[in-house]
Nanobody
Framework: QVQLVESGGGLVQAGGSLRLSCAAS????????MGWFRQAPGKEREFVAA????????YYADSVKGRFTISRDNAKNTVYLQMNSLKPEDTAVYYC??????????????WGQGTQVTVSS
């Protein structure tokens, strides 16, 4: 069992930056591929970014490519999402997720509770 706790959300002006963190419990964090998703009001949850167990492989949604960076620190059991050049349309609840595989398959087994990101225009 893995528990995920997101933090780092908040209110930021358009063009600003935020860094989200997702802390994972358990000793097998390095065995899991990780992902970030988001859900805006009235919309379905959408994929944002994913990272393999070692960080050697990363994937991004087209809408965030070049602006967001996913990374991880296995020694700290934490995955990050650095968000730059934020836009109002990035406003959403952001969730991290873990899948019981080293490489990204986007079939997630565990989810965090989410952290709110609000970008004002």
């Amino acid at each position: 069992q893995v528990q995920l706790v997101e933090s780092g959300g908040g209110l930021v002006q358009a063009g600003g930056s935020l860094r989200l963190s997702c802390a994972a419990s358990g000793r097998t964090f390095s065995n899991y591929a990780m992902g970030w998703f988001r859900q805006a009001p009235g919309k379905e949850r959408e994929f944002v970014a994913a990272i393999s167990w070692s960080g050697s492989a990363t994937y991004y949604a087209d809408s965030v490519k070049g602006r967001f960076t996913i990374s991880r620190d296995n020694a700290k059991n934490t995955v990050y999402l650095q968000m730059n050049s934020l836009k109002p349309e990035d406003t959403a609840v952001y969730y991290c997720a873990a899948e019981k595989t080293a490489w990204v398959r986007r079939q997630y087994d565990y989810w965090g509770q989410g952290t709110q990101v609000t970008v004002s225009s």
